[in-house]
């Protein structure tokens, strides 16, 4: 999703009911340099939270961050497919940009290994990922960068 705003209960239980059934939720952590535990649906129990890096490995300014962040994903100077024709492309910074890159992992990883429960895909997501190598993180955020693993892995 890629939607954030302030706390809302409606929208943090559509996103614990979409779990709940089994949907992987991926959210925008938000872009305003805040803690994430104050942005619907980033603070959703259930959801995962990705915030945005930089090419140098460090957190996004904008980005925002908090103990409700599940994992971080390139967010900035990233070409994106636009409005208007299907040949137009724009380069673009945000958590927007961040968490497909999270949804595309998942699917990766359900075409290798097959689907499981939403809080086992974010318990791998976080297994694999590549930890304590982000700067600029603050204190209680996760430090950790979405990473693929190649094809030998444990599941």
Same mark, same amino acid.
């Given at each position: 999703?890629?939607?954030?705003?302030?706390?809302?209960?409606?929208?943090?239980?559509?996103?614990?009911?979409?779990?709940?059934?089994?949907?992987?939720?991926?959210?925008?952590a938000g872009n305003n340099g805040i803690d994430a535990r104050d942005i619907s649906p980033?603070?959703?129990? &259930?959801?995962?939270?990705?915030?945005?890096?930089?090419?140098?490995?460090?957190?996004?300014?904008? =980005?925002? %961050? @908090?103990? *409700?962040?599940?994992?971080?994903?390139?967010?900035v100077d990233i070409m994106s497919a636009w409005i208007g024709n299907p040949k137009v492309?724009?380069?673009?910074? &945000?958590?927007?940009?961040?968490?497909?890159?999270?949804?595309?992992?998942?699917?990766?990883?359900? =075409?290798? %290994? @097959?689907? *499981?429960?939403?809080?086992?895909?974010?318990?791998?997501?976080?297994?694999?990922?590549?930890?304590?190598?982000?700067?600029?993180?603050?204190?209680?955020?996760?430090?950790?960068?979405?990473?693929?693993?190649?094809?030998?892995?444990?599941?």
């Amino acid at each position: 999703m890629s939607i954030c705003g302030l706390p809302n209960d409606l929208v943090d239980d559509g996103v614990a009911l979409l779990t709940a059934a089994g949907v992987h939720v991926v959210v925008a952590a938000g872009n305003n340099g805040i803690d994430a535990r104050d942005i619907s649906p980033a603070r959703a129990p &259930g959801a995962i939270t990705v915030g945005a890096t930089n090419v140098l490995d460090q957190r996004a300014i904008f =980005s925002n %961050y @908090g103990p *409700v962040l599940d994992i971080f994903a390139p967010g900035v100077d990233i070409m994106s497919a636009w409005i208007g024709n299907p040949k137009v492309t724009r380069v673009l910074d &945000g958590t927007s940009m961040a968490a497909p890159h999270i949804s595309g992992m998942i699917a990766c990883f359900i =075409s290798r %290994y @097959g689907n *499981v429960e939403p809080a086992k895909m974010a318990e791998r997501l976080k297994r694999w990922s590549s930890k304590d190598i982000l700067s600029n993180i603050p204190h209680g955020t996760p430090n950790r960068l979405a990473h693929l693993p190649g094809r030998s892995i444990s599941t």
